[in-house]
């Protein structure tokens, strides 16, 4: 179907007809221009707020189909623009971006030798969907202050504005989100949002301690991302030798537990995601 013609629901018949002879939306064209005198009420428009269609931003046309004359609505540009636009303001509002970066893009970042490499690879995957020509996505590492979350996130915007639905969590934030949802009731919600999420930014990987119970849930949503090929991208402090360190199970006392969850993870990272380190000390201080 064309995207400015109305639905099927919305056709009406303007002269006698059967429910057979309904037409294929696919062999409209956009030939308003000589139909209907209400497309006369379009005449000098200058956007929504001045439009005197009924509904706001269709415009009445008719088509004919095997000898059928049809009143359709089609939608107009201002239409189809604020559509467009309330999806980008949806999809921005519940990507949660850090405040601080939600504004970014390109210029905002500063790009020196010790970055260049990873803003090259960022530009890439910002305009391919968050991945790479072989299908990865990235894993970015630094020093703290580096400019990890800062690119993740400008990575998310630019990704938003070509209307791609991405989901921007910080690793902690998200663990803690878990917590408060046994007691909310909405634990499967949580957990299912972050795996089934189009592109998923997993910030700050690693920082949390490794107890039995964030390794498992770090499992949950990484091995259900790796199964079902879903765009993953994440930063983290640590290179990937201290990562698979960091994410090793170990008692209060540091004492390790089990390394098998840490390398389950481990591995399913290096599959989904290039690693790809910035340089660079902490633009903080
Ligand atoms: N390339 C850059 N150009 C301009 N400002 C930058 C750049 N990189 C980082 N900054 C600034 O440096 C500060 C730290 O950046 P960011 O939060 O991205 O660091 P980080 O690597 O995520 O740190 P952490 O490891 O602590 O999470 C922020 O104020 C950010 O705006
Ligand atoms: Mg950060």
């Given at each position: 179907m064309n995207e400015w013609m109305a639905t099927v629901n919305e056709l009406k018949p303007t002269g006698s007809t059967s429910q057979?002879?309904?037409?294929?939306?696919?062999?409209?064209?956009?030939?308003?221009?000589?139909?209907?005198?209400?497309?006369?009420?379009?005449?000098g428009c200058k956007g929504?707020?001045?439009?005197?269609q009924s509904p706001p931003g269709m415009i009445p046309v008719e088509i004919e189909e095997m000898g059928q004359k049809y009143e359709v609505l089609r939608m107009c540009k201002y239409e189809r623009q604020r559509r467009e636009q309330a999806k980008i303001n949806r999809l921005f509002r519940d990507s949660q971006v850090p405040i601080i970066y939600?504004?970014?893009?390109?210029?905002?970042y500063a790009v020196n030798n010790d970055n260049r490499a990873a803003v090259s690879i960022a530009q890439q995957i910002a305009k391919n969907s968050g991945r790479l020509p072989n299908r990865k996505s990235v894993l970015f590492y630094g020093r703290r202050g580096c400019g990890k979350t800062k690119l993740a996130a400008i990575i998310t915007n630019e990704l938003i504005k070509q209307g791609e639905s991405v989901l921007f969590t910080s690793v902690p934030d998200l663990l803690a989100q878990i917590r408060r949802s046994y007691d909310v009731g909405n634990t499967q919600e949580v957990i299912k949002g972050a795996q089934n999420a189009d592109i998923l930014i997993l910030d700050d990987l690693g920082t949390e301690r490794m107890n039995a119970w964030v390794s498992e849930q770090l499992y949950l949503i990484v091995n259900a991302r790796y199964n079902n090929d879903r765009t993953t991208l994440v930063t983290t402090n640590y290179g990937p030798e201290q990562l698979t360190d960091r994410l090793t199970v170990t008692n209060i006392?540091?004492?390790?537990?089990?390394?098998a969850p840490s390398e389950r993870i481990m591995s399913r990272l290096y599959a989904m995601c290039k690693f790809v380190e910035i340089r660079g000390g902490d633009r903080r201080i």
């Open positions: 057979n002879s309904r037409p294929k939306l696919s062999v409209i064209r956009n030939d308003c221009e000589k139909n209907i005198p209400k497309q006369e009420l379009c005449r929504m707020g001045s439009c005197k939600s504004a970014d893009s390109w210029n905002d006392q540091g004492k390790v537990i089990d390394e």
